[in-house]
């Protein structure tokens, strides 16, 4: 059974900073890209950052670039998202996702809200 969970969201202060988490299992996690995605509230679901198999490429959307950093350890099949600097933008629920081609695996979700 696939699965992927997050974890690590919640209140921070506007400056601050949170690390997610996303563990997965069911599939063999070292072959998928991943990436993560936020939807804030009434908006769509947009690209955060993604990471290849092995990691040695990611990708930032451009309101992210220097604030977050995505990394991920195959050895215990996680993927994280160190984010600093946060904003009220920021707030949104963010996803995590595997894909391999047609493929793809979403988590249920983590909510972060950005405010003082």
């Known amino acids: 059974q696939v699965q992927l969970v997050e974890s690590g969201g919640g209140l921070v202060q506007p400056g601050g900073s949170l690390r997610l988490s996303c563990a997965a299992s069911?599939?063999?996690?070292?072959?998928?890209?991943m990436s993560w995605y936020r939807q804030a509230p009434g908006k769509e679901r947009e690209l955060v950052a993604t990471?290849?198999?092995?990691?040695?490429?990611?990708y930032y959307a451009d309101s992210m670039k220097g604030r977050f950093t995505i990394s991920r350890d195959n050895a215990k099949n996680t993927v994280y998202l160190q984010m600093n600097s946060l904003k009220p933008e920021d707030t949104a629920v963010y996803y995590c996702?595997?894909?391999?081609?047609?493929?793809?695996?979403w988590g249920q979700g983590t909510q972060v809200t950005v405010s003082s």
């Open positions: 990471i290849t198999e092995t990691g040695s490429n990611t």
């Open positions: 069911g599939f063999t996690f070292s072959k998928f890209a």
């Open positions: 996702k595997a894909s391999l081609y047609y493929t793809a695996y």
